[in-house]
């Protein structure tokens, strides 16, 4: 295991102890292991794992070394976990340098540096309460085990949910009724309940039936999806093939973009090792007639493709774009056959829920939004990475206390949620929890888990049009309202951000958000105008401040900025006016310098090049 983390929840830690016994506590080996995700990865691990495993072996060191996948401590990594006969130690930021003195202290001399140890449950180390705040049932094996070891996950209860399925012989309704009991919903977004959809699949009577996993969501998000696959894959088919049980599918298709590289490699690793055990295939767990293959299809990327029309069609060969509903999946999906679609997260959940049953699921969340909700944090936060909370924690709770709260100690200004198509919350929403209905109520979505935290030098209007341009581009172009409505709001937004705004601009955009929502097809387009909309809701004055008054508040649209020196500051270097590149600075050496208003084009090198802090922006 890469950490041995100590719950607060009586209940949840009850329920899993038995899954939080480290491989290595059981033979008291010491072990060093590695975080190699890909977040890891390009943080140097790979470097690391070199290093350590070359050190090991010159200096012929008694120790087993393995490796795992991403933590969700991703601020710090490379990450590298030691474990010994005195606790678990977890040491953060362990390049390919800083590796061989780790081990060289910890295990040769038995000394661990806590200076480097982030998380430990032997002392207050720094990261504790990143560690400690969080319930981790589909992060559960991630950061535990290699997950390319069919083993590992299988001593971890690994396949026992779907082997307790097929010993009691449990009915196809009965899996669904617990599923329905547990309350979970559909992690991708839309958040329709679980149970119902398989119930709708189930009661479509084919010959052949299709489950899918979408692991092609385009948002923040996505990361959560890649690093889950990365991490736990077995995890994810365990509920694929439980799901093709209850509605009685005979095929499975993981849509994976193929920008995923590393978790395409070991879904397939995973799948054959599935079929080697008799896992898929034929009668698998020795139930007769339930076959079930599943394979990968690697997609171009395309975010439309997230909604579960559009990516059937690229499934079937075809360019990705939505279909008109009904009928619905459940009716007729892949190749026009009963389907269920549920992403990453939604699988990863199945397995806990038929080993623990739906009321331990339960136990956590809200009266309609039941369990946890793994979100990746990135934006001005200390803390980004994964992170899996119960459903029911406020946003607040989030961001400060397992996301370490803001970089440099700026003000927290906003969160985005929901993916490129979610809606901005402000700081005094703060304490919204974090459920379906609560967070749709603030005019944004929980779309796939994706938090993007602001601060005060955050310009909300040109956070509109960055995501605004995001979804322009990603429309497939089939209706004309999002095709067409998205291009002439962003060109709106962009005259805004160059000072070049009217009056009237701000109820444009309204109408025309309005117009794209009610008008197209699909979840993007209906989603699309969401950060315009809700900027406007509570950052109108920003807007107005850029329209009326030719400023931007946070001094981030440079066309509205202007730049001068303070020539109490200034100690003439002469730096700024080398770096100029339209000579729009004068002065002598180790005098006040100025900036010429009419030929400063306003390109801001002078203020990053300036190590005095002397040149001020208006």
């Known amino acids: ?51 350590i495993k070359a050190f090991k ?38 390049d390919a340098d800083r590796a061989v003195e780790v081990i060289e202290k910890h295990i040769n001399q038995h000394d661990p540096i806590r200076d480097y140890i982030v998380y430990t449950d032997l002392f207050e180390a720094s990261e504790n309460d990143f560690i400690g705040a969080q319930v981790k049932i589909v992060l559960r094996n991630c950061g535990y085990i290699d997950p390319e070891s069919i083993d590992e996950y299988e001593n971890r209860q690994g396949y026992q949910a779907i082997k307790k399925i097929a ?42 039936k299709y489950v899918i996993c979408n692991a092609d969501e385009g948002d ?42 590393l978790a395409i490699k070991r879904l397939n690793i995973a799948i054959k090792q599935a079929h080697e055990r008799g896992y898929l295939g034929k009668n698998i767990f020795g139930i ?28 079937e060969g075809e360019r990705g774009m939505p279909r008109k509903r009904p009928p619905f999946p459940a009716v007729s999906g892949l190749w026009k ?6 992403n990453v997260e939604t699988f990863a959940n199945i397995p806990w829920i038929i080993l623990n049953g739906a009321e331990a699921y339960a136990q956590y969340g809200t009266e309609k939004s039941k369990g946890t909700k793994v979100f990746a944090l990135a934006g001005k936060i200390r803390h980004s990475g994964l992170v899996e909370v119960p459903m029911g924690i406020t946003i607040r709770d989030v961001i400060f206390k397992l996301g370490g709260g803001i970089k440099k100690d700026k003000k927290f200004k906003a969160v985005q949620m929901g993916g490129p198509s979610g809606g901005c919350i402000p700081e005094f929403l703060a304490d919204t929890i974090v459920d379906y209905d609560s967070v749709t109520a603030t005019g944004a979505i929980m779309g796939s ?9 955050t310009c909300m209007v040109d956070v509109a049009r960055f995501f605004l341009d995001f979804t322009r581009k990603e429309s497939c172009g089939k209706c004309t309202f999002c095709r067409m409505g998205t291009t002439r709001m962003l060109e709106i937004l962009d005259r805004i951000t160059k000072g070049q705004g009217h009056e009237g601009d701000i109820e444009k955009l309204e109408e025309l958000a309005y117009q794209i929502k009610d008008n197209s097809l699909c979840g993007l387009g209906q989603t699309a105008p969401n950060p315009v909309l809700t ?31 303070d020539e109490e500051k200034c100690t003439g270097c002469m730096v700024c006016l080398k770096n100029c590149p339209v000579k729009a600075i004068t002065g002598e050496r180790k005098q006040p310098h100025r900036i010429s208003q009419e030929i400063c084009t306003k390109c801001g090198v002078c203020f990053s090049k300036c190590k005095f802090e002397s040149i001020i922006l208006s």
């Open 57 to 94: 072996e010159t200096e012929k060191l008694d120790f087993e070394l393995r490796r795992t996948s991403c933590v969700g401590m991703c601020y710090r990594e490379p990450l590298v976990e030691i474990a010994d006969d005195t606790g678990t130690y977890l040491y953060g930021e362990v």
């Open 220 to 261: 923040p998000g996505a990361f959560m999806d890649r690093s889950v696959l990365e991490g736990d894959p077995h995890s994810v088919l365990e509920g694929m093939i439980i799901a093709a049980y209850a509605i009685e599918a005979t095929g499975g298709v993981i849509y994976c973009r193929a920008e995923y590289p």
């Open 535 to 565: 900027t406007i809701r509570y950052f109108r004055d920003e807007y107005e401040a850029h329209i009326s008054h030719k400023k931007c508040p946070a001094k981030v649209c440079r066309p509205l900025l202007t730049y001068r020196v």
């Open 167 to 208: 010993a009691e012989k449990t009915r196809c309704e009965e899996v669904i009724d617990t599923v329905l009991r547990s309350g979970l919903r559909g992690r991708g977004g839309g958040g329709f309940p679980t149970g119902m959809k398989w119930k709708f699949a189930h009661a479509n009577k084919s010959s052949d």
């Open 288 to 315: 007769e007639g339930f076959d079930l293959d599943i394979y990968i299809k690697e997609g171009a990327g395309a975010f439309v493709c997230g909604e579960e029309t559009a990516l059937i069609a690229s499934i």
């Open 1 to 51: 295991m890469i950490f041995h983390h100590s719950i607060t929840h009586s209940l949840y830690h009850s329920i899993t102890q038995s899954l939080n016994h480290s491989i290595t506590q059981s033979n008291m080996i010491t072990t060093v292991t590695v975080g190699l995700g890909s977040c890891g990865i390009a943080a140097g691990a790979k470097k690391t794992f070199e290093k």
């Open 337 to 342: 056959k009963p389907t269920n679609i549920n």
């Open 449 to 457: 888990g994706g938090m993007v935290v602001m601060d005060e030098t």
